[in-house]
């Protein structure tokens, strides 16, 4: 399985991503994670991307793509992937098709989880995040017995500074504008899978792996 993640902030990506890793056996290729471990390892692309970053730039597709190709030529990567944050629009879109294609590793799909934007934002205003162990509730759907108070481990819970009102505002009109255009472009490639994000993360689960599973077979269902 080679996977594109489409989604907006709070959509269940990252969980979802986690199960397909465990089921498939396929690495997460995140393009945050890659760009924090060249800098650190000082890869020759890492220096690059240091060097603009000191600057005040934005990285260069150029580094971004260079840093996929290094990570998808690793033998985890063989029998797929799934790349979560890239691409962001479509020009990083036009540029990783040919990559993909010269390593012989075309997508097998692009996966849109769908959620509605009064769902999202409940999803994300409501996140709290153990500050010890990680473990992660929802003030509306997923409380822990005591407020504030981790039902693991009983560490402080805390609200992410980008997981304010005002601030996922912002993140979802990024969303909307850089992101959303994708939608159509695999779309009119014939390998865009979408689902809703609603529910039980297993019946998503499932709803997810026979998408996934009719795609590798050459069976699109928008």
């Not at 993140?171 to 490639?189: D, H, K, N």
Request: hydrophobic content about 35%.
């Amino acid at each position: 399985m080679r996977i594109i993640l489409l989604g907006a902030p709070g959509s269940g990506k990252g969980t979802q991503s986690k199960l397909l890793m465990a089921k498939y056996q396929i690495p997460q290729v995140s393009t945050g994670d890659l760009l924090r471990a060249a800098v650190s390892e000082q890869t020759e692309l890492g220096l690059k991307a240091k060097a603009a970053m000191d600057a005040g730039q934005l990285v260069s597709d150029e580094i971004v793509l260079g840093m996929i190709r290094e990570r998808l030529s690793k033998d985890d990567a063989r029998n797929g992937f799934i790349l979560d944050g890239f691409p962001r629009n479509l020009a990083q879109a036009e540029a990783l098709d040919p990559l993909l294609k010269e390593m012989g590793q075309p997508l097998t799909a692009a996966l849109l989880i769908d959620v509605d934007k009064a769902s999202l934002m409940q999803r994300l205003t409501g996140r709290r995040t153990c500050k010890s162990c990680g473990q992660v509730y929802n003030v509306y759907t997923h409380p822990p017995h005591t407020e504030g108070r981790c039902d693991e481990c009983g560490g402080e819970l805390l609200q992410r500074s980008d997981d304010h009102e005002d601030t996922i505002g912002n993140r979802l009109q990024v969303y909307e504008a850089q992101t959303e255009p994708l939608i159509a472009f695999y779309g009119a490639q014939g390998i865009l899978c979408k689902t809703t994000g609603d529910g039980e993360v297993e019946d998503i689960f499932a709803r997810i792996t026979g998408l996934l599973e009719d795609a590798a077979r050459g069976n699109i269902h928008d």
